[in-house]
């Protein structure tokens, strides 16, 4: 490793003849002039002392505080998963494979039929139906679900699906939209046409 010099700077005051006068010789005290080393000196590395930090003054470990806030999250974690939460869902369907990404509902209370509308990023899309029918007693009803693939054969996610079942008397239509650039529009009505294929926008 590379030392740097020292260096020494001096300043020259030229006084004038009277100076012996204003400040006489004997007046200057010049015993600490030995007291001061002109030779520079340097620390090298085999000099360095190490020194020893006790125990009880050792900083804190990061690391273990993370794997101690690792361990009470996965405690917490563990408390979640012993707490069973009651299914109060209506309905499941559980058609795609991976997650979704768009769903559009539509109630018809003429019927008592629910329609949705799903896309997900398995780049498949499906008409879904739920129908409230009435049993033997008068104040209890059944469930009665469908689904139906649509059919066009998607090369990425569909990113977002739209009905027009509130626009009467119009064709009961879903649109699906996705990655790839295809818009895909199909019959959406809750007869045997529902996933009939209408019109494909590339």
């Known amino acids: 490793k590379n030392k740097l010099p020292q260096y ?4 020259i005051i030229h006084l004038p003849a009277m100076a012996d006068q204003i400040i006489p010789p004997d007046a200057i005290d010049d015993s600490d002039q030995d007291a001061y080393d002109d030779t520079p000196t340097f620390i090298d590395m085999s000099s360095a002392v190490e020194v020893a930090v006790p125990d009880g003054d050792a900083p804190m470990d990061d690391d273990n ?3 101690d806030a690792g361990n009470d999250r996965d405690d917490m974690g563990d408390d979640h998963q012993q707490e069973h939460l009651p299914d109060q869902s209506k309905a499941t369907f559980p ?3 991976d997650a ?3 769903i559009a509902t539509h109630y018809d209370p003429t019927s008592h039929t629910l ?3 799903s896309g997900g990023g398995d780049d498949r899309a499906y008409l879904h139906y739920v129908t409230s029918q009435a049993t033997g ?3 209890s009803t059944t469930q009665v679900t469908k689904t139906v693939p649509l059919s066009h054969p998607h090369t990425d996610s569909i990113s977002c699906v739209s009905l027009n079942l509130d626009m009467k008397p119009q064709a009961h239509l879903v ?3 996705s990655y790839d650039g295809a818009i895909v529009v ?3 009505s809750a007869a045997d046409t529902a996933g009939a294929l209408v019109q494909t926008l590339e």
Do not use: Q
């Open 8 to 11: 020494s700077l001096f300043f």
């Open 65 to 67: 505080d993370e794997v």
């Open 95 to 97: 058609s795609h494979s």
């Open 100 to 102: 979704v990404y768009a």
């Open 115 to 117: 329609t949705i509308a």
């Open 137 to 139: 007693s008068s104040d």
């Open 175 to 177: 649109a699906v939209g």
């Open 186 to 188: 199909y019959d959406c």
